[in-house]
Nanobody, 117 residues
Framework: QVQLVESGGGLVQPGGSLRLSCAAS????????MGWYRQAPGKQRELVAS???????NYAGSVSGRFAISRDNVKNTLYLQMNSLKAEDTAVYYC???????????WGQGTQVTVSS
């Protein structure tokens, strides 16, 4: 079973930046799609950004233009560069990888991002 390990979360001031990483225990090219999700207290988990094995990228409207998803196929790592962070970006961020045969995919343990002055 694949392991996904997120890192890079922390406390940042509004307007600041963070880069999240998600290291996979096997080739990320085995996933049909990988994505970053987030869950704020009292809210449902929501998709932030995703990238398909073919390189198609999708962003939630609330982060478009501020966040950028990318991957390193050699390091088997998925990234999320987050710029111009806002208080409403505060959440636990999760990495997900789904193969062609899966419906829900595999999840990492999450990393906390807190945007506060």
């Amino acid at each position: 079973q694949v392991q996904l390990v997120e890192s890079g979360g922390g406390l940042v001031q509004p307007g600041g930046s963070l880069r999240l990483s998600c290291a996979a225990s096997r080739s990320i090219l085995t996933f049909a799609v990988m994505g970053w999700y987030r869950q704020a207290p009292g809210k449902q988990r929501e998709l932030v950004a995703s990238i398909t094995v073919g390189g198609n990228i999708n962003y939630a409207g609330s982060v478009s233009g501020r966040f950028a998803i990318s991957r390193d196929n050699v390091k088997n790592t998925l990234y999320l560069q987050m710029n111009s962070l806002k208080a409403e970006d505060t959440a636990v961020y999760y990495c997900n990888g789904r193969t062609f045969s899966q419906t829900s995919g595999s999840w990492g343990q999450g990393t906390q991002v807190t945007v506060s002055s």
